[in-house]
Every structure is written in C-alpha cells, then in structure tokens.
C-alpha cells in the first residue's frame, strides 16, 4: 500500500458505511477503509468495492498510513462508547491539524463534549448527521456537519460532492454549526421523522377502519396523494407497500405484527424538547405511539374487556371523507414541523448555534427520509423572513391552516366517533388551537399553585415581571415562595 495517497479513511464496514464508501469512489475520491473485524474488508474489496479505487486496511496504523494531510477519518460505527474507543484507538497515531469524523447517530451532548475534548489535543472533530437510509448513502444522502468549524474546509468538498443535489444543482449539506450542532438537527430530522410516519399510520388506520379500504384500495389512496401537496419519500413508499402481496397473494402489511420499534432518537428529541420547554406534542406523541404499540400482549387482553363507542359511524361520502383525512394529515405535519423548528431555534440559543432554518429545509429537501416538496415551503418562508419566529405564521402555512381546519376537525371528530385512536392528528389539533388561544386557563393553573405553594403569579392589570401572592384561606403566611419560572 502506498502512504499518503487517500483522501479520506472511513471505519465501520456495515451497509451504511460500504454505501458512503462507494459514493466517495465513484466522486473520484481515493478512499482508505478499515473494519474492527478485519475480514469484512477483505470480503468488501473483493465483492462489493472490487474494480475501484478503495483501499484496504489491515490495522489501524495502515490504515492511518494511508491517508494524506490533514488526515481526514470517518467513523460509520454504533453511537455511544464504540465511538469513544474508536477515538481513543485513532488520536495517539494522529497529528495537530487532522480531523475525525462521526457519522452515526450520536447523541448531541457526546459530540459537544468529543469536539471540546478534541480540540484540546489539537485534533478537528466533526459530527454530522447523514440521512437516508441504505439508497441515500449508495446514490446522494442528506449530510448535517456540526463541530469545530475550522474542521469544514478540509471536507467540504467531498461533503457535498456525494450529497443528493436538489433540482438546481445546490447540494443537501452545508455547515450546520458548532459543536453538537449537526448531531442535534440530524435528532430532530429523526423526530420529525417519527412524527410523518406515526400521522400516515393514523391515516392508514382511519381509511382502513373507517371505510373499510382494501390494501389494494389504500395503495390508489397514496399514489394520488403523492401527486400533490403531500408529495414525498415516505407517502410514495407507504403506497408501493400497499401494493407488496405475499407468497400467498394476501397483502404483505396485513402479515405484519402490529408492535413498533425505535433506536431512540425520537426519545431524544423529546427529552430535549422537555428540558427546553417546548411543546413539541406530536412527537412526544409518536413516540408514545411505539411504546403502546409495544405492549401487544396487554392491548390484545383489553381489547376483550374494555368496550368501544357503539356507533359505526357510517360515512355518507366515501370522496370527501379520504379528502378530509388528506388535510388533517396535511396540516398536522405542518404542526410537527412547526414545533421541530421552534425546538431548533431554542436549542440555538441555549447553546448559542447560529442554525440558518432555510438551510436546514433545504438539506432536507432531498436524500433524507424525510425528503418532501413541503420542505421547499418551509425554505422559502424562512428566506422571506429569516426572523420567522413560528412557520404557522407564515402566510402559505397561515392560508393552508386556515383553509383546512374545518376538514381536519371532521376528520378527527369521525375518528373518536368509532374509537380509532389519533394520538397525532389529535395533539397536532390540540397545539393549533392552544397556540391560537389568546387566553389559556393557565390563570387557575397559577391561582393553585399559589394556594398549595406560594408559587405567586402576575396580574394581567400589571407589568410583566412583577409578582403577586394571595393568602387564600386566611390562614397562609406572607411569604412567597419565590420559585415562578415561567
């Protein structure tokens, strides 16, 4: 092998990492490659990457060996401690100036702390969100960068060469920010992601029960979905799946247990959303929707002892009822992206990253899962007002609620009429109307907290900020507790 002669190094030979490696190759990118179980990259060379240009490493010193300065490595391993040893394995054979890269889903806060770490040795770190599944990696995926921004020069250009370009020609990766930066938009992608397919389900469920659509039925439902304003990855493929039959010529989906998983980062985004107090419902929802899903056991029990409403809730027209279930689906994604970006725009500030929200649609305009023409909607309105400070604001979003909400309420309304759960279309319902409601109960939510704690409150006959306490029995102290926060 020679030294010094590759462009990048990438470690962690699964699907994902093959498919980036691959990507890079056919880019005019020389690539070195490593893999803890040293036979997978022999077995890569030999099958997959035989006839290019990537090269195989035997040890972690080879590999090393073979990249030129700076030396720019990749990691596509599992997140959590794998990557903390395969950082601790690479730095000592590293110099001053030379970058690693995490492309796994890592969790912000271990990014945050591996870019500070790092730094303090003089090695650039970078962890980048990369989204798109097995085809998106092969063919142009959607690529999140954030860390040390001295670290983005040096891989830029091999960056968004092998990212998805969108129609005219701008590639889906750009800088995102400092430190965790791109990690934490990559985990709110993903929410997001949790919340789109937890609302198709909920569509799927209501169309399926509600009107007792075949499969074969569902999968036309879709396709002419996909035509319009819902037009995406996920819609274009919940309609392909409709159409899979099994050996036996029965509809694949129906052959399929009704128990979700999830790899967690969903979970994260609705921890951080917690700890930032923002009311990012549908996802917490969607969430909530796998946990539930999970207990098939205790739900297949209650189903026999726990009765329904007994209403069939016939629909007189079949037409306009799939259109209402179209608009509820369409403006509760709306719901879920809105509080995705009120989510990042907090996050910003607390962790003072300068996130260009237009940017972010854009990235994810093309090569990620949650690729969508609704995306170009949310990257034009920040591009009309980059102080945007909620997309429900607006004018296209604005018009779109406005001109829907009616069907979507009939759409949930006929939902809770027959007992179909719609814990996403619901919510997403519900932080409409509360975000529309010019005066919340909250007052008597703060008069108790008050009567049972002292907590104080203000008085909307006062400034802001000026905090009152009531001794409600006649009986309470003078002292407040001084702990509002608001």
């Not at 954030?146 to 830029?156: C, D």
């Not at 009120?342 to 500030?349: C, D, I, P, T």
């Not at 929200?357 to 949650?370: E, H, V």
Request: proline residues 3%; aromatic residues 8%.
């Amino acid at each position: 092998m020679e030294n010094g002669t590759c462009d990048i190094g990438l470690i962690g030979l699964a699907v994902m990492g093959q498919n980036l490696v691959l990507n890079m190759n056919d880019h005019g990118f020389k690539v070195a490659v490593f893999n803890r179980t040293v036979s997978k990259v022999d077995d890569f060379l030999a099958n997959e990457a035989k006839g290019t240009h990537v090269v195989g490493a035997h040890s972690i010193e080879e590999f090393v060996g073979a990249l030129k300065s700076p030396r720019r490595v990749m990691f596509m391993v599992k997140a959590g401690d794998t990557v903390d040893q395969m950082i601790d394995h690479v730095t000592p054979l590293l110099a001053k100036g030379d970058i690693i890269i995490d492309g796994g889903n890592s969790l912000f806060t271990d990014t945050n702390r591996r870019t500070k770490s790092l730094a303090e040795k003089g090695i650039l770190f970078i962890g980048t969100g990369v989204s798109g599944g097995e085809e998106g990696a092969r063919h142009g995926p959607s690529i999140m960068p954030g860390g040390n921004p001295a670290a983005w020069p040096h891989v830029k250009d091999i960056f968004q060469a092998i990212a998805a370009k969108v129609d005219d020609g701008t590639p889906c990766c750009d800088w995102v920010g400092e430190d965790g930066a791109g990690h934490y938009v990559k985990m709110v992608h993903n929410g997001i992601e949790y919340g789109d397919m937890q609302l198709i389900c909920e569509a799927y469920q209501v169309l399926e029960t509600g009107l007792g659509l075949s499969a074969e039925e569902l999968g036309e439902v879709f396709a002419d979905w996909n035509k319009g304003e819902l037009d995406s990855y996920l819609i274009e493929i919940t309609a392909e799946i409709f159409t899979k039959k099994d050996e036996d010529g029965a509809p694949m989906v129906d052959k399929i247990l009704d128990t979700a998983g999830q790899k967690g980062t969903g979970k994260w985004t609705g921890i951080s959303a917690l700890d930032l107090g923002m009311p990012v419902t549908l996802i917490g929802e969607a969430v909530f929707a796998r946990c539930l899903s999970a207990i098939k056991d205790e739900r297949v029990a209650a189903s026999k002892v726990l009765k329904g409403p007994s209403s069939n809730g016939k629909v007189n027209d079949r037409k306009a009822f799939i259109e209402d279930v179209r608009r509820a689906l369409y403006c509760s994604k709306m719901i879920s992206y809105a509080q995705g970006y009120m989510l990042l725009r907090e996050a910003g500030k607390e962790n003072n990253w300068h996130l260009n929200m237009g940017g972010i649609a854009l990235m994810w305009r093309g090569g990620c899962i949650i690729r969508s023409r609704f995306l170009g909607k949310i990257k034009e309105a920040y591009d009309k007002n980059p102080q945007l400070t909620n997309l429900l604001l607006d004018d296209f979003f604005a018009a779109v609620l406005n001109n829907y909400q009616q069907s979507w309420r009939q759409a949930v309304a006929a939902a809770l009429a027959v007992g179909i759960p719609t814990p996403a279309f619901s919510t997403a319902l519900a932080f409409y109307d509360g975000y529309r409601t010019a005066r919340l109960p909250a007052n008597l939510l703060q008069a108790q907290r008050d009567f049972f704690g002292a907590h104080t409150y203000e008085r909307v006959d006062q400034p802001r900020g000026k905090f009152f306490h009531t001794n409600w029995t006649g009986h309470g102290g003078r002292v407040s507790s001084g702990s509002y926060n608001a």
